[in-house]
């Protein structure tokens, strides 16, 4: 099983929105509803978990993290980039017999 | 304070074997799921194994199959990774993590320990 697909970097300017695809297949993202996402700050510390369920948010996430869907690719959405958004993001789907598949992470850098 | 500590990283030759635990407190730990999941340095996120809350639902990557083995003991609220047959490729920090629901696999983790493998 392949590793979801992301683009390795995605840059923009404070205020503005960027937006992050993970594309998987029918087998994954195309299968269920059980996608999501993960806030790297540093290579080597624990990820931060944003957004389960394609587009819920975790009780203290900021409302400027948007997840959804749309046939095998899943996006995260970030409105209103702040300086510390800087940061690893990973999409995740759930894979059936291989359970669970990690995207390639996608580096924000904010200019 | 609900969290996750990990232990027992080190340095290990090829073919060896470590074995790493994972305290939990500040919730009942025999509610939840647990996952091991790694990052090799400079690499992305792997997901390793999955054990259930009753130790009767297992399953790894097929990277590792055969030779990692997941247990967890309830009583003691620890989570254990048996490595065997170690290989260089995996070198990497391997993390804990807390599945709250079925679409929420990875909702608290740990700080993970390294574990490198060379000669």
């Known amino acids: 099983q392949s590793a979801l697909t992301q683009p390795a970097s995605v840059s923009g300017s404070p205020g503005q929105s960027i937006t992050i695809s993970c594309t998987g297949s029918?087998?994954?993202?195309?299968?269920?509803?059980?996608v999501s996402w993960y806030q790297q700050q540093h290579p080597g510390k624990a990820p931060k978990f944003i957004i389960?369920?394609?587009?819920k948010r975790p009780s203290g996430v900021s409302y400027r993290f948007s997840g959804s869907k749309s046939g095998n690719t899943a996006f995260l959405t970030i409105y209103g980039l702040q300086a510390e958004d800087e940061a690893d993001y990973y999409c995740?789907?759930?894979?059936?017999?291989?359970?669970?598949?990690f995207g390639g992470g996608t580096k924000v850098t904010v200019l | 304070e609900v969290q996750l500590v990990e232990s027992g990283g080190g340095l290990v030759q090829p073919g060896g074997s470590l074995r790493l635990s994972c305290a939990a407190s500040?919730?009942?730990?025999?509610?939840?799921?647990m996952n091991w999941v790694r990052q090799a340095p400079g690499k992305g996120l792997e997901w390793v194994s999955f054990?259930?809350?009753?130790?009767?639902?297992?399953f790894y990557a097929e990277s590792v199959k055969g030779r990692f083995i997941v247990s967890r003991d309830n009583a003691w609220s620890s989570l254990s990774l048996q490595l065997t047959s170690l290989r260089d490729e995996d070198s990497a920090v391997y993390y804990c993590?807390?599945?709250?629901?079925?679409?929420?696999?990875?909702?608290?983790w740990g700080q993970g320990t390294m574990v490198t493998v060379s000669s």
């Open positions: 054990i259930n809350s009753r130790s009767d639902v297992i």
């Open positions: 029918s087998s994954d993202i195309g299968s269920n509803n059980a």
């Open positions: 500040g919730f009942t730990f025999s509610d939840y799921n």
């Open positions: 995740c789907g759930h894979a059936g017999p291989l359970h669970w598949v």
């Open positions: 389960y369920e394609v587009n």
């Open positions: 993590a807390r599945e709250d629901t079925s679409s929420s696999p990875f909702s608290l």
